[in-house]
């Protein structure tokens, strides 16, 4: 079953403005268009890390028409190079396409901000990715050096790091999200290969063969040594468990789909990259404990992550699934994972303890004078506020950072325990 590879809304939207005298109008009126926003900014928030994302990249401006344009005082065209390189929340410069308006648009799916290979497995709790792309530049990382998170999730920070060129170490606990990060940022490096076993996959789906999780695996062995390869294929699998568990689709069907899909998002993302000619950054996800990190004291250039929200959200619960799939143990996994282990208010205790264990981690392998951003929000546990923002803040002052910024961010889909989240933006200052 091959989906034909048609003009995605965001493909079309690109040529029709192309197209449009306005995507480059170079009149008289020129100045007040100097730099405009993406049509989907639309909070607070993201106005405020648009600004700072300006003033790390260096440039002086001015907000004009509504709060939806900039005008830039120090003009240059190293500076609009740059904005148009490296920015997050602009649509044009000086009537040119930015490299991320280009990017969102490569999108198989009807979510803004699920473009390339960021859709790929649902993940609740994940990161906004324009935002990362925005913070990676607000803490001044450039090409080259190395940003850190302990707890690496869907691998969203992951893969905006690629893209910036920035190389990305990250760890976490849960080998299903150490997968979603692998797949996500490696299958550009074995799409060929990826497309070379599809057909032999798919002529093995038989009730008989998918009917335990062993044979699959087992054929994967078989059919590949590539390890990149067949992670492709096992998250393809459990995003097909994750759909016929959660809302009861046709297993094979939801396969095939969600396989072709895969293919062409990966797909998007090399033809993006050899289009806007981006050097990649590099990737190494590895499973691992946030509270005793595998790193060299003072050896990365920057931190950004956000502690589980485990209080809030059960992560072993909400992934069991494939976390059986995969035939691990997930009453042994309890007791591993920051948040979940515990009752009662011990369960705050414990989590308190193990976040402040990560924190101590965080502060040992950033290099002075560098920043850690840490996203985080009181979660409601039994009719309780959980004062996590303030811990955190008090402790993390405490180890010998600085706050910089405190950003409110409303957040969205777990209203029900969390009305909002934190950006919090520390430096190592001693």
Not at 11 to 40: C, H, P
Not at 65 to 72: S, Y
Not at 381 to 407: C, D, P, S, W
Request: include cysteine.
């Amino acid at each position: 079953m091959e989906i034909k590879r048609l003009k995605t809304k965001g493909e079309t939207m690109i040529e029709r403005a192309e197209n449009q005298f306005w995507a480059y109008e170079t009149g008289n009126n020129s100045d007040s268009k100097d730099l405009v926003l993406l049509d989907n900014v639309q909070f607070i928030y993201e106005l405020s890390l648009a600004e700072l994302e300006l003033k790390a990249l260096n440039v002086e401006f001015e907000v004009t028409n509504g709060l939806r344009e900039f005008k830039i005082l120090n003009k240059s065209n190293e500076q609009k190079e740059l904005i148009k390189r490296k920015g997050a929340f602009y649509k044009t410069v000086g009537g040119q396409f930015t490299d991320y308006f280009q990017i969102i648009q490569r999108n198989q799916t009807r979510s803004v901000n699920q473009y390339l290979t960021h859709w790929i497995y649902p993940y609740k709790g994940k990161f906004h990715p324009q935002m990362i792309r925005a913070l990676l530049n607000i803490i001044g990382l450039k090409e080259g050096e190395t940003v850190f998170e302990p707890f690496s999730g869907s691998g969203t920070t992951a893969l905006e790091a690629q893209l910036l060129g920035i190389n990305f170490i990250g760890i976490d606990i849960s080998p299903l999200c150490v997968i979603q990060g692998k797949v996500k940022t490696e299958s550009i490096y074995v799409i060929d290969e990826i497309k070379k076993l599809k057909s032999e996959i798919l002529a093995n789906i038989t009730p008989n063969l998918f009917q335990t999780n062993e044979n699959y695996y087992n054929l994967l062995n078989i059919l590949s040594k590539d390890e990149r390869v067949k992670n492709f294929y096992m998250l393809a699998r459990l995003l097909a468990v994750s759909d016929n568990s959660r809302r009861n689709r046709d297993f094979v069907n939801s396969f095939i789909k969600n396989v072709d899909l895969m293919i062409l998002s990966i797909e998007d993302y090399v033809e993006i990259k050899e289009k806007l000619n981006l050097k990649l950054g590099d990737v190494k996800i590895e499973i691992g404990d946030s509270r005793n990190v595998k790193l060299p004291d003072n050896s990365v250039d920057g931190i950004i992550t956000s502690p589980p929200y485990s209080i809030a959200l059960d992560y072993v619960q909400n992934d069991i699934h494939s976390l059986k799939d995969l035939s691990y143990d997930v009453l042994k996994m309890r007791d591993d994972f920051i948040g979940v282990r515990g009752n009662g208010k011990n369960k705050i205790e414990l989590y308190n303890d193990d976040m402040k264990k990560s924190y101590k981690e965080i502060y040992r392998v950033l290099k002075t004078n560098k920043y850690a951003v840490i996203v985080i929000g009181n979660a409601t546990y039994q009719g309780q506020e959980v004062k996590t923002v303030e811990l955190t803040i008090k402790f993390m002052e405490g180890l010998g950072f600085k706050l910089e910024k405190n950003i409110n961010k409303i957040i969205f889909g777990l209203y029900n325990v969390m009305k909002k989240e934190n950006i919090l933006i520390f430096k190592k200052v001693k």
